[in-house]
């Protein structure tokens, strides 16, 4: 079975600070991760994605992410916080076999003027 | 514009009264697939389907029906819906092949 985890229920960060959101996963064979972020009473929004290739992956709003096998990770990251990425962000991972999605609970951010 | 729609957007309901949610996208995306949000829980996905006819079970679908007899239509089927289906729900979809889902703006449903 796959799984996502997303220890951090809270991030708090200053503005221009940058910030790190974590996920680790399990999948059998290769992930197929995402990140997406959820404004108020909105649907989800398509972050960025890991296929394959460079672990270092860039996605909207300057967000950007690491995938790193050995540790089973995909956090994501932003050099300098803005006040308008407060939202509630989710990892994901897709088995690549079937339709199967499964997210993470889900962390709070909030980067604070 | 493209884009999934999702209705009602908010459903107040009684236990056990039949309800259908409606999900349709204009993307001509094979993949759909319906989520439930609830606090501390994250999204958890309840059924799939990668096309027309064929569904499948995600990791909560008890309780919920699903079909999708047309492309564009997935919709969610609470025969008798209970307290603890009271939750917000999401449509989404995508193109089969592709990994990125689009995402409705969801449905607050409210069984009491």
């Known amino acids: 079975a796959q799984s996502v985890a997303q220890p951090e229920d809270q991030v708090n960060v200053a503005e221009g600070n940058p910030l790190t959101v974590k996920c680790t996963y399990s999948?059998?064979?290769?992930?197929?991760l995402f990140w997406y972020v959820q404004y108020p009473n909105r649907g989800l929004q398509f972050l960025l994605k890991?296929?394959?290739?460079?672990?270092l992956v860039k996605g909207s709003y300057g967000f950007e992410a690491e995938f790193n096998k050995s540790q089973t990770s995909f956090h994501l990251k932003k050099p300098s916080a803005l006040v308008s990425d407060s939202a509630l962000y989710f990892c994901?991972?897709?088995?690549?076999?079937?339709?199967?999605?499964?997210f993470g609970d889900g962390t709070t951010l909030t980067v604070k003027p | 514009e493209a884009q999934v729609t999702q209705n009602p957007r908010y459903l107040i309901t009684v236990t056990g009264k039949k309800l259908t949610v409606t999900c349709s996208q204009n993307m001509n995306h094979e993949y759909m697939s319906w989520y439930r949000q609830d606090p501390g829980l994250g999204l958890r996905q309840i059924y799939y389907s990668m096309n027309v006819e064929v569904t499948d079970k995600g990791d909560v679908p008890e309780g919920y029906k699903v079909s999708r007899k047309e492309k564009r239509n997935f919709p969610l089927i609470l025969e008798s819906p209970s307290p603890n289906q009271t939750s917000l729900y999401f449509c989404?979809?995508?193109?089969?092949?592709?990994?990125?889902?689009?995402f409705g703006p969801g449905t607050r449903l409210t069984v009491t």
């Open positions: 989404a979809s995508k193109l089969a092949g592709s990994y990125e889902q689009y």
């Open positions: 890991y296929i394959t290739g460079d672990n």
């Open positions: 994901a991972v897709v088995n690549t076999n079937a339709g199967k999605s499964t």
């Open positions: 999948v059998s064979g290769n992930p197929y």
